[in-house]
Nanobody
Framework: QVQLVESGGGLAQAGGSLRISCVAS????????MGWFRQAPGKERDFVAG????????YYSDSVKGRFTISNDNAKNTAYLQMNRLKTEDTAVYYC????????????????????WGQGTQVTVSS
């Protein structure tokens, strides 16, 4: 069993930056690809970014590519999402997720691939 706890959300102005974190506990962080999803009010939960457990591969949705950066620190069992040049449309609850995989360079991109989810952290971007 893996428990995921997000932190670092809050309020930011358009054009600003935020970094959200996800700490995993319960099992080794290794062998888990990590991902970030978000859900805005009245909308479905969408993939934002993913990273392989090796850290060597990443993948981003088109809406955040070039603005957001996902990273992980296996020694700290922590994944991060650095969000720059924020837009009002980035406002959502952001969820961290972990996908069990034996492939060190695999990036999970679809929600059903993820086995564990955090409780979410609110990110609000004002104009």
């Amino acid at each position: 069993q893996v428990q995921l706890v997000e932190s670092g959300g809050g309020l930011a102005q358009a054009g600003g930056s935020l970094r959200i974190s996800c700490v995993a506990s319960g099992r080794t962080f290794r062998f888990y690809a990590m991902g970030w999803f978000r859900q805005a009010p009245g909308k479905e939960r969408d993939f934002v970014a993913g990273i392989s457990w090796s850290g060597g591969n990443t993948y981003y949705s088109d809406s955040v590519k070039g603005r957001f950066t996902i990273s992980n620190d296996n020694a700290k069992n922590t994944a991060y999402l650095q969000m720059n040049r924020l837009k009002t449309e980035d406002t959502a609850v952001y969820y961290c997720a972990a996908a069990r995989t034996s492939m060190r360079d695999y990036v999970a991109r679809r929600s059903p691939e993820y086995n564990y989810w955090g409780q979410g952290t609110q990110v609000t971007v004002s104009s």
